[in-house]
C-alpha cells in the first residue's frame, strides 16, 4: 500500500510566531481626567489605533532616537517629548512612557494630583461665596476650567523646567568652589575637575536652550498654540458653532493664576474665537521666563569660568615672564663669568691669546 505524504501548512504558524517575536511592547499609563492611572503594556500600533497618532509622530517619543525636545500639536493629541517627558496629551487622558522611571514617577503622581477638578470646583465654590454678585453675572451653563490638555501641559512643563533648574543648582554648587580652588593653587588636578564640569556645563546649556528654543518658536506662531486647543477642536466638531454654546476657558493655573484677579475672573464673560490663544500664551511665557532665567544661571556660570581661565592665563603668563627673565640673567651671568676666567687666563699665561 502506498503510503500518502501530507504537507503541514505552517506558513500561517510561523507569521503568527514572527508577529510575536518582532512585536515590542513598552510600558505606558494612562491617567483620565479624574486622576486614575491604568498601566498599560502595549506595542506601538496599540498606541497609534488608541490615540490615532501618525508612526513618524511616535519615533519622535522613542528614547533610542536623538529627536530634540518637541511640543506638537496634532487633530486629537499633543505630542511631548522633554528629556525624559515623553507624553501624548488627548482631551480625556493622558498617555506617559516609562511610568517606573525615577524621574518620571514624580511626574506620575502631580499627574494623579492636579488633573482631577475635585479642588477647582471648591476653589469655584469659595469664590462664588465670597462674591454674591458673581452668580448674576456668569450663566449657570458656561465652564470655568482650564482644559484638560493645558492642565496636563503645565504639569509637564513645570516638572521639565524644575528638573533642568535643580540640575543647573547642582552645578553651580560644584563648579563656583572648584573654580576658586583652582584659582588659589593651580595643580593639574583641580585642572582636570574645572575642565570636567565645564563639559557637563556645556552638555546642560544645550539641553535647556532647546527647551526654551521649542517655547520661543511656539509663542511665534499662533496658529501653533491654536492646534494644542483639543477640547475646543473637540467642541466645535460635535456641536455646531454659536456663542451661546462655546466654551469659557478661565485660567486656573497655580503658576499664572496669579496674574489675573479673582475680581477680573468673574467680571471678564467673554467668548473667546477659535483663534484665541491668549490663556496659552500665558502659561507659555511663565514657563519660558521660567527655562529662559536658568539659562541665564548657566549663562553667568560660563561668564565665571572664562573670566577664571582669563586669570588663569595671565598668572601662567606671569610666571613665564619670570623663568624666561631668569634664564636670561643665568645667561649673562654665566657669559660674564666665563669672560672673567677667560681674561685672566689670559693674563697669567695660562692659556694662549
Not at 10 to 29: D, H, N, R, Y
Not at 127 to 151: L, S
Request: hydrophobic letters at 35%; aromatic letters at 6%.
Amino acid at each position: 500500500m502506498a503510503r500518502e505524504v501530507y504537507s503541514v501548512p505552517v506558513v500561517e504558524t510561523q507569521v503568527a510566531s514572527l508577529k510575536k517575536k518582532t512585536a515590542v511592547t513598552t510600558s505606558w499609563i494612562s491617567i483620565d481626567g479624574k486622576g486614575q492611572g491604568v498601566i498599560l503594556d502595549v506595542d506601538k500600533y496599540a498606541i497609534m489605533r488608541r490615540v490615532q497618532i501618525h508612526a513618524r509622530d511616535l519615533r519622535i517619543l522613542d528614547p533610542m532616537l536623538s529627536y530634540p525636545s518637541t511640543i506638537l500639536g496634532r487633530e486629537k493629541v499633543i505630542v511631548l517629548n522633554l528629556e525624559h517627558i515623553k507624553a501624548i496629551i488627548t482631551a480625556e487622558e493622558v498617555l506617559l512612557r516609562d511610568p517606573f522611571d525615577d524621574n518620571v514617577i514624580p511626574i506620575v503622581a502631580e499627574l494623579k494630583r492636579r488633573l482631577p477638578q475635585d479642588d477647582l470646583t471648591c476653589q469655584g465654590q469659595g469664590e462664588e461665596e465670597e462674591h454674591p454678585g458673581m452668580r448674576n453675572d456668569m450663566d449657570t451653563g458656561e465652564e470655568n476650567e482650564f482644559p484638560f490638555e493645558f492642565r496636563a501641559l503645565e504639569v509637564a512643563l513645570e516638572a521639565i523646567c524644575s528638573f533642568l533648574d535643580a540640575r543647573t543648582r547642582e552645578l553651580e554648587t560644584d563648579t563656583y568652589p572648584a573654580l576658586d580652588e583652582l584659582t588659589s593653587k593651580i595643580s593639574s588636578r583641580n585642572l582636570d575637575r574645572v575642565r570636567k564640569l565645564k563639559s557637563a556645563m556645556t552638555r546642560l546649556t544645550n539641553r535647556v536652550q532647546k527647551v526654551r528654543d521649542e517655547l520661543e518658536q511656539l509663542l511665534d506662531d499662533d496658529d501653533d498654540m491654536a492646534d494644542l486647543y483639543l477640547s475646543r477642536k473637540l467642541a466645535g466638531a460635535c456641536s455646531p458653532v454659536s456663542s451661546s454654546g462655546a466654551p469659557n476657558w478661565y485660567l486656573s493655573s497655580p503658576i499664572i493664576g496669579s496674574k489675573i484677579s479673582r475680581t477680573s475672573r468673574a467680571s471678564a464673560v467673554t467668548v473667546p474665537e477659535d483663534n484665541d490663544v491668549e490663556e496659552l500664551e500665558m502659561l507659555l511665557e511663565a514657563y519660558f521666563m521660567q527655562i529662559d532665567s536658568t539659562l541665564n544661571k548657566l549663562t553667568t556660570l560660563r561668564e565665571y569660568i572664562d573670566d577664571t581661565e582669563d586669570y588663569i592665563n595671565i598668572q601662567l603668563d606671569n610666571h613665564r615672564n619670570q623663568l624666561i627673565q631668569v634664564v636670561i640673567l643665568t645667561g649673562i651671568l654665566c657669559t660674564s663669568t666665563f669672560t672673567s676666567i677667560m681674561s685672566y687666563a689670559r693674563h697669567k699665561g695660562l692659556v694662549g691669546s
